[in-house]
């Protein structure tokens, strides 16, 4: 089918043309394919994928959203002739088809009959093995040596590199959420010589090969925001940055200068906000690092629930997330919400918080506990945003960082300055806030 976008205002009918074959992207950026240029659009706001046979729509975790005749969309959704869908909360269109040309038919009808034809062909002979498939296996096959050898650091760039091409190459794009690792070492496993679980030497090697923190980092200890001046500010928020690195386990070295710079501006333009949540937020603090802990997550994860709602349980965003965690409908519903119209467990702290620790420890175990980091991004933008980033680089999971990423330009706007804000919040929870003066005299 041939389709295209119109404006839902026909005073305003403008149209935009969706090609046959491919992905446009849709959002404010110069540089998508359909650029919408309005406040509440994020840079890349979603995506619309398909063939001549359909298209489906999905949401690129913008963060006011995108509605399917006023329904969220939580996950890629097919598009049908007269469906309205609201991007943000500014721009309306609707989508309209009309019948392809049979011409045009022919060639992709030709193309699959050769895809077929090869494929049957390969059934026949049978002979032939996916070299990528194999290729991770002699990977991982090297990553069980390793380990067993007691080389936990060499065994878990092995697995990772193994898991890393089969992300490259589009293994996992179907992978269910949190479970990318465990699907490509499923895939891996036939082709071992020995039957071993590759999954749970994975998680081994992660805990036994994360080396201890310099103890300086480790101390409790430290300098105050509140009672610093102009000139130690600076410091200040490196020395408690690292600690809050170190304390979500880790690395605090190698952080760019300007990631501590970002922090400080955090501290200076959300100063009310962080002022107010973080009164607000002290009679949860206790139950939300109960329920992370209990997860063997860092309980300085609780500051995720600052950013998102400032600590308010029953926060509404415009996209339609609710509570503490800003969940949508379609994620809640997956660890065990109740969301309908009788009840929406979202806005229960103590459920939505055991929800919310499940989600970020299917995240940790999908990019690694030593790159939390990644797991922070996934949760603003959506995992399979990041996987699509990590697919870019050249090995995904040995040079994956979420340090590789901002570098390389793979990562929108919003998620590069999700984790400073993160980490304002965090910093002003462990050594008090700043005052506003000494902001804006050291430069902030």
Not at 28 to 34: E, Y
Not at 200 to 228: N, Q, T
């Amino acid at each position: 089918m041939r389709a295209c976008f119109v404006h839902a205002d026909p005073s305003r009918r403008i149209a935009a043309s969706l090609p046959v074959w491919g992905e446009v992207i849709v959002g404010r950026d110069a540089g998508v394919d359909l650029v919408l240029d309005r406040p509440s659009i994020s840079r890349r706001h979603a995506a619309i994928s398909g063939n001549p046979f359909g298209r489906k729509i999905e949401d690129l975790g913008s963060s006011n959203g995108t509605l399917l005749n006023g329904h969220p969309v939580t996950s890629p959704i097919p598009l049908r002739a007269g469906d309205t869908v609201c991007f943000g909360s500014e721009v309306t269109l609707v989508y309209e088809e009309e019948p392809i040309s049979l011409r045009l038919l022919v060639i992709p009808a030709l193309v699959l009959l050769i895809v077929l034809t090869v494929a049957g062909l390969g059934v026949w002979y049978g002979d032939k093995q996916d070299p990528i498939i194999e290729e991770a296996a002699v990977l991982a096959a090297q990553g069980v040596h390793a380990a067993h050898s007691g080389n936990e650091l060499d065994a878990k760039a092995k697995l990772r590199s193994a898991v890393g091409l089969l992300y490259k190459h589009g293994y996992l794009d179907s992978a269910p959420r949190g479970r990318g690792a465990d699907t490509a070492f499923a895939l891996i496993q036939p082709h071992l010589s020995e039957n071993v679980d590759l999954s749970a030497i994975f998680r081994d090697v992660l805990k036994s090969s994360r080396p201890p923190p310099a103890r300086s980092l480790v101390d409790a200890g430290g300098c105050r925001l509140d009672r610093v001046g102009p000139r130690e500010l600076d410091m200040c928020i490196r020395e408690r940055a690292q600690q809050v690195l170190v304390a979500l386990q880790q690395e605090p070295r190698g952080v760019p200068d300007r990631f501590f710079r970002r922090i400080g501006e955090r501290l200076r333009r959300e100063h009310a906000f962080l002022e107010q949540a973080l009164e607000r937020g002290r009679p949860l603090i206790p139950m939300l690092q109960r329920e992370l802990v209990a997860a063997h997550l860092p309980p300085d994860l609780h500051y995720l629930a600052l950013i998102e709602s400032g600590y308010r349980t029953k926060a509404v965003s415009p996209a339609g997330a609710v509570g503490l965690w800003q969940f949508m409908p379609g994620t809640a519903r997956q660890y065990g919400l109740r969301v309908d119209g009788r009840r929406d467990e979202r806005k229960d702290p103590e459920k939505s918080t055991r929800a919310a620790a499940r989600y970020l420890r299917d995240l940790t175990f999908e990019f690694g506990g030593d790159a939390l980091l990644l797991a922070l991004a996934g949760y603003n933008r959506g995992e399979n945003a990041v996987r699509r980033a990590l697919k870019r680089l050249d090995d995904p999971f040995s040079d994956r960082s979420f340090w590789a990423l901002v570098d390389r330009g793979l990562l929108p706007s919003e998620t590069v300055d999700y984790l400073p804000r993160f980490m304002a919040a965090a910093v002003a929870g462990r050594a008090g806030l700043p005052r506003e003066d000494v902001l804006l005299a050291a430069g902030y």
